[in-house]
């Protein structure tokens, strides 16, 4: 299980940060569970007008949210699911996200909450996905890592004037 050791992130007041969540619109039930995750972590951390944008899939996250990175965001959050198939698509769109999520956080100097699953089987997906029965939570996972980021973000920018 990859949920072992997890870090516990505290909740943090976060109510003067910019952030937006950006979520895939493929296997509905999983996306749900990752968005509803996302929302429970906003409002823990004190969020109370998130943008929610949904693109296409998992492919579409990165060319999104370097958008509202660029606009001023203080963090973005990606959330998708991408399940391993019989044809190398797998390989590509969970690539093509992973290096296009990384450039976004380093050519913008941004927090970004990696919450793309990347599973072999609907069940993996479904186990991670924060619903009912999951063990794991990754939509609030990747939008508490992406808060506690943008923190950390903010304090150096204001260390180093």
């Excluded at 699911?81 to 290096?99: K, N, S």
Aim: hydrophobic share 45%; proline share 4%; net charge negative.
């Amino acid at each position: 299980m990859s949920g072992t050791g997890a870090p516990v992130a505290q909740p943090v007041d976060s109510r003067d940060l910019r952030v937006a969540v950006v979520a895939a619109s493929w296997h509905v039930e999983v996306m749900d569970g990752l968005l509803a995750g996302a929302a429970r972590a906003l409002k823990d951390f004190q969020v109370s007008e998130p943008l929610v944008v949904r693109v296409p899939g998992s492919f579409e996250l990165p060319v999104v949210c370097s958008a509202l990175a660029q606009s001023g965001y203080d963090a973005v959050v990606a959330l998708g699911v991408v399940i391993r198939g019989g044809t190398p698509h797998f390989e590509y769109v969970c690539q093509a996200a992973t290096e296009g999520l990384t450039r976004v956080a380093l050519d913008h100097t941004v927090a970004v909450g990696n919450g793309v699953l990347t599973c072999d089987t609907e069940e993996q997906a479904l186990d991670r996905a924060g619903l009912d029965g999951s063990h794991e939570d990754k939509g609030y996972e990747a939008t508490a890592a992406a808060l506690v980021t943008a923190r950390t973000l903010r304090s150096l920018r204001g260390s180093s004037a």
